[in-house]
């Protein structure tokens, strides 16, 4: 069956640190991979998008990895602050699906003073 | 603000009611999703439009859910006969020509009593 799997549980990371977050799927042959935050009652906020043929994408403090071989991107957050505490959401734009996105369930990152 | 809007933010509707909620999608964008999405779940795909076309429909979640843009720039979604299990966050998002990056509306939270 097809499944996109994120961290299920909270992540703590100590604030200046990296945040790493996981995005694993598996029966999908995704043409983008996207990563957007989504704060409580907030609608999600387009991050980053990454192509199948893109290795690596950096937009500031964030890169995004993407391994189509093993089916997983890497979320990165680097010099980590309190503000960037949200939920993190991996988006698959699936080839030859109907056009929307498949999402996860999400990663919420707390980020400790 | 040249977003994507949408309207209400909140409704709080009974149980057998109606309700029908707007999206107004970024002005060049002609590509328009709507998205479900429950607590600790990621945003679930229903439908999209190009134009005025609704391209894809099948995943809407019964025939009580149905949604319209009928010049090509706003669209509505209307849910009849609403149930408990309706319950959620509706959110709207919008995209330029091309499968391309998709911008959430703020969304509109629905509870059925």
């Known amino acids: 069956s097809q499944k996109i799997e994120q961290n299920s549980e909270a992540l703590n990371i100590q604030e200046g640190k990296t945040a790493t977050l996981t995005c694993n799927y598996t029966?999908?042959?995704?043409?983008?991979l996207q990563w957007y935050r989504q704060d409580p009652g907030r609608g999600p906020v387009f991050l980053l998008l990454i192509r199948e043929n893109e290795k690596e994408k950096r937009k500031e403090r964030l890169k995004v990895t993407f391994d189509t071989t093993l089916k997983q991107s890497l979320f990165h957050i680097t010099a980590s602050q309190p503000a960037d505490s949200a939920t993190y959401l991996c988006a698959l734009d699936v080839r030859g699906g109907a056009d929307g996105l498949t999402f996860g369930k999400g990663t919420h990152l707390i980020i400790q003073p | 603000d040249t977003g994507v809007s949408q309207d209400p933010r909140h409704k709080i509707t009974k149980r057998g009611q109606n309700v029908t909620f707007r999206c107004d999608p970024i002005?060049?964008?002609?590509?328009l999703y709507w998205y479900r999405q429950t607590l600790g779940q990621g945003p679930e795909f229903l439908t999209y439009f190009q134009n005025e076309a609704q391209l894809e429909k099948s995943r809407l979640l019964s025939d009580r859910f149905s949604a319209e843009r009928p010049k090509g720039s706003f669209s509505t979604l209307e849910i009849q006969r609403t149930e408990q299990g309706d319950s959620a966050m509706y959110l709207c998002?919008?995209?330029?020509?091309?499968?391309?990056?998709?911008?959430f509306g703020p969304g509109t939270r629905l509870t059925v009593l």
């Open positions: 002005s060049e964008h002609n590509r």
């Open positions: 998002a919008s995209t330029g020509q091309g499968r391309d990056t998709q911008y």
């Open positions: 029966n999908y042959s995704p043409a983008y």
